[in-house]
């Protein structure tokens, strides 16, 4: 799943959603971790009689910031992302025909990349507009049709992958199994997490100086605990 991520993903993150489903703290998740494209995708795969909490048992989603340029980013920067791009790719069990079908029915605006089908949440015109594809019985990719483009060539071998981006695939490596659901941020998303989590700590000069030089951040939660994180 990793491997179908464009190269410039900033944000990573994974969620086991059948176990997290069991735990009592994945109400508290839903609101403060998983994103609200997200959801907006399951409402929209719930309109075409999907059950996103029965079929849907993983998911995994990059952040693609704008704003920032990629070559300066790093620690001693102080620059975060004013906006981004997602995509994500959601594990389970689908009908892509019936689905497809469906929403064909519809008349959706659909968009072809390759031999994919692209369908539009909304009008299909909007720069913020998402569509979502299946790439097969298993794998729904949701997200901004510019990245789920990529995702395509990423597959077919003709763009870069996570998996080429030499600074950031091995933390995301690294994470990966750490926990039921855990997160990867490059130094702009740590700074960015930090001023959400610590607002006032541009109030104190030193402390923003320590938040400029922190190069990243990983984010767990597992079966006892909602979340933790640690920096470096």
């Known amino acids: 799943m990793i491997a179908l991520f464009p190269k410039e993903v900033g944000e990573f993150a994974y ?11 994945f109400p508290q998740l839903q609101e403060q971790m998983l994103p609200e494209r997200f959801r907006q995708f399951e409402k929209f795969l719930a309109s075409a009689g ?45 009908n892509p025909e019936s689905t497809e079908a469906y929403f064909k029915k519809q008349k959706l605006p659909t968009f072809k990349a390759r031999n994919y089908t692209l369908f539009a949440f909304g009008s299909g015109s909007a720069r913020n507009d998402l569509f979502f594809f299946f790439v097969d019985s298993s794998t729904a990719a949701f997200g901004h049709r510019s990245l789920l483009e990529k995702m395509i060539e990423v597959r077919f071998g003709t763009e870069d992958g996570l998996q080429r981006n030499e600074k950031f695939f091995p933390l995301v490596n690294e994470a990966n199994g750490s926990g039921v659901v855990w997160a990867v941020l490059n130094p702009a998303y740590t700074r960015l997490a930090m001023k959400q989590l610590a607002p006032e700590i541009n109030q104190f000069p030193d402390a923003a100086k320590l938040v400029q030089r922190m190069q990243n951040m990983l984010i767990t939660s597992d079966r006892r605990s909602a979340t933790s994180a640690s920096r470096s």
Do not use: C, F, H
């Open 15 to 25: 969620a086991d959603l059948k176990k997290a489903r069991t735990m009592k703290w």
């Open 50 to 94: 999907v059950d996103p909490n029965s079929q849907v048992e993983e998911l995994a989603w990059g952040l693609v910031a704008e704003g920032v340029n990629n070559k300066t980013e790093g620690a001693g920067s102080s620059a975060v992302p004013t906006g981004e791009s997602i995509v994500g790719v959601a594990l389970g069990n689908y």
